[in-house]
């Protein structure tokens, strides 16, 4: 599979701040990318989904930037609150108009401290 | 709003056993899909069924085997497990071409 990789396995930001999450793909072809939230023991989470013919989507609290010259794809979170505590991963579709088949990267640990 | 669910949440087999796995779409979903997950590793995909055929392969080891019944539900067949099958097993469905909706996934432990 392709690799989806980010940048840092680990983010503590206090409560009410900012949060970004980094993600970097490797392949210039992906086309469909979504961010994913998982809590211990449970599924992944539908977080915000872009697609390559845009480099900004917002969603509540939430905006995803695409940028498709570094290959490179990033998740903010506005006023970060503890309930955002989670894994958070990228995931990336090499050609949403044939298939759909999602690879994750390594996922980034964020702790928000009350 | 109905969500995709597994069954069962928790599975204890012993090595060389045979275990099965049930995933059940949200409603009108016509793509289903496993991921296998270790501990502290990203989701790896294993395989995916669009309208009751197989439409993607991945990482999925040939003792697993998974088909998708005419009701859209899917099962996960793994055969002569081993203790390295141990991890969460999640289904995912989705309509068409579209964001996926993880179930909350099975914990299948190999001892």
């Known amino acids: 599979g392709e690799s989806v990789g980010l940048h840092l396995p680990t983010l503590s930001v206090q409560e009410g701040d900012n949060s970004i999450i980094n993600c970097a793909y490797s392949n210039s072809a992906s086309d469909y990318f979504i961010w994913y939230k998982q809590e211990s023991g449970k599924g992944p989470q539908f977080i915000i989904d872009i697609r390559s013919n845009m480099d900004k989507r917002q969603g509540q609290r939430v905006t995803v930037l695409l940028n498709k010259t570094v290959k490179h794809l990033s998740l903010q979170i506005a006023a970060t609150q503890p309930g955002d505590s989670a894994v958070y991963f990228c995931a990336e579709n090499l050609d949403s108009y044939t298939g759909n088949q999602f690879y994750f990267g390594t996922g980034t640990s964020l702790t928000v401290i009350p | 709003a109905a969500g995709v669910i597994q069954s069962p949440r928790h599975l204890i087999k012993e090595k060389r056993e045979t275990a099965t796995l049930k995933c059940y779409p949200i409603p009108r979903h016509d793509t289903v899909y496993w991921y296998q997950q270790g501990p502290g590793q990203d989701p790896q995909f294993l395989i995916s069924?669009?309208?009751?055929?197989?439409?993607d392969k991945g990482s999925i080891p040939d003792r697993f085997s998974a088909q998708q019944f005419s009701d859209y539900h899917s099962e996960l067949n793994m055969s002569s497990l081993e203790l390295g099958d141990s991890a969460l097993y999640f289904c995912?469905?989705?309509?068409?071409?579209?964001?996926?909706?993880f179930g909350s996934g099975t914990q299948l432990s190999v001892l």
């Open positions: 069924f669009y309208e009751k055929m197989q439409s």
């Open positions: 995912a469905s989705s309509e068409g071409v579209g964001k996926l909706f």
